[in-house]
């Protein structure tokens, strides 16, 4: 069965990094599109990120571009997200999705796993 395992969260400081993981298995993980989103207490999902299954395109909600950077190691079937200069409106559940294609889009997935906690703050 697809299982999507995120580590990496915790407490940073305002402009401080945290780097985040998700380890898949249970599928061929270098076919398919995969993305981070992310939901802050009391409002709704937000995609983050999300990358092609060979790694070729990259794309980034406004919010986190040019702070954020997804990328993938098919070899380790792991997807991260390097996040730099975070502030304190990035505080949420971060979670990491399967996409249902070799190719990203925004919203689309059909597996997540259960998330990682930042949180940012000083």
């Known amino acids: 069965q697809v299982q999507l395992v995120e580590s990496g969260g915790g407490l940073a400081q305002p402009g401080g990094s945290l780097r985040l993981s998700c380890a898949a298995s249970?599928?061929?993980?270098?076919?398919?599109?995969m993305s981070w989103a992310r939901q802050a207490p009391g409002k709704g999902l937000e995609w983050v990120s999300g990358?092609?299954?060979?790694?070729?395109?990259?794309y980034y909600a406004d919010s986190v571009k040019g702070r954020f950077t997804i990328s993938r190691d098919n070899a380790k079937n792991t997807v991260y997200l390097q996040m730099n200069n975070l502030k304190p409106e990035d505080t949420a559940l971060y979670f990491c999705a399967k996409g249902p294609n070799h190719y990203f889009s925004w919203g689309e997935y059909d597996y997540w796993g259960e998330g990682t906690q930042v949180t940012v703050s000083s």
């Open positions: 249970g599928f061929t993980f270098s076919t398919y599109a």
């Open positions: 990358i092609y299954s060979d790694g070729s395109a990259t």
